[in-house]
């Protein structure tokens, strides 16, 4: 199957993977609507700073209004779906919001889905469900531990999709990122905070520096939420996208810092420490189902994504969207 031709969705298409996404889609030929947060500036995130911007048909909404999702979803043949709040410490400080826009997003999305007739749903998960690893590397079998409500949240959007699966036979696949890094992501996450900290700060702060992570350029997720859509043997599954490769926290910072050839001290900041029993430990992918189902695999090795990433957010015109002298809850 191509997709070229295709009349597809991406909600959250604003956001950071979502505007990637929207544009590997329009590279392959598909007739892309993107379906960004409805706000009073007009903002389309991401996808203002984007060279494709005349190139898809941008839909303004919300992703917890059910009549705003129906309309998004009309006449596609294959909705990707990204919409969500994403920021771990956020989610202390206001989980009911993660309820509405994650869990219920994710219902009016299936709805919609399921009212249309769409060929396929690509439904968003994350790494984060599985919460510190008790067994490596992580296959889609862990079990899932809410350890923050933002991860909470994920488990339950996550399950609301497999319900509709189960119920009603909607064409779904779960692609479950790992930690996806690249150009535009979020102040909030630490690869920004590690760059943008180097090249303007005198002291790199950040929270725990032990923790493992899987980190997938943002380019390789993207090839893997298409080709969950290709996949006629991923319906129904549940697919990890991850480099099965893992480094902590502290060495990642000595890697970036290595790249950028500068000498900075690094700092465990408490205001940026998880409570206690909400951190993740460790996490490590297992990717062979990915290689079964999808064919995929990361292109990019961990080097050559950060140096994409520092040489982008390098960049004056980058640097000055992010404030990085306070810390981005």
Known sequence: ?????????????????????????????????????????????????????????????????????????????????????????????????????????????????????????????????????????????????????????????????????????????????????????SARAVIPTIITQALNNPVIKLGALSPTRDLNYVKDTAAGFIAASLSEKAIGEVVNIGSGKEISIGDLAELILDIMGIDKSIECDAERLRPKNSEVERLLADNSKAAKLLDWKPEHTLRQGLESCVEWFSKEENLALYKTDRYNV
């Open 1 to 185: 199957m191509s997709l070229k031709g295709k009349k597809v969705l991406v909600t959250g298409a604003d956001g950071f993977i979502g505007s990637h996404l929207t544009e590997s889609l329009v590279d392959l030929g598909a007739d892309v609507r993107a379906m960004v947060v409805y706000n009073s500036l007009g903002s389309w995130g991401w996808l203002d700073h984007s060279s494709y911007k005349n190139d898809i048909d941008v839909f303004a909404g919300d992703i917890r209004d059910h009549d705003s999702v129906m309309k998004a979803v009309d006449q596609c043949q294959i909705v990707y779906h990204l919409a969500a709040l994403i920021a771990i410490p956020y989610s202390y400080q206001a989980p009911s919001s993660y309820i509405s826009t994650n869990i219920n997003g994710t219902l009016n999305v299936c709805q919609a889905v399921r009212a249309h007739d769409v060929e396929r749903l690509v439904h968003t998960s994350t790494s984060e469900v599985y919460g510190t690893a008790q067994t490596v590397p992580i296959n889609e079998s862990h079990p899932l531990q809410g350890q923050s409500p933002y991860s909470a949240s994920k488990i339950g959007a996550d399950k609301i999709a497999e319900s509709f699966h189960c119920s009603f036979e909607l064409p779904l696949v779960t692609v479950r990122p790992f930690n996806t890094y690249g150009p535009r992501q």
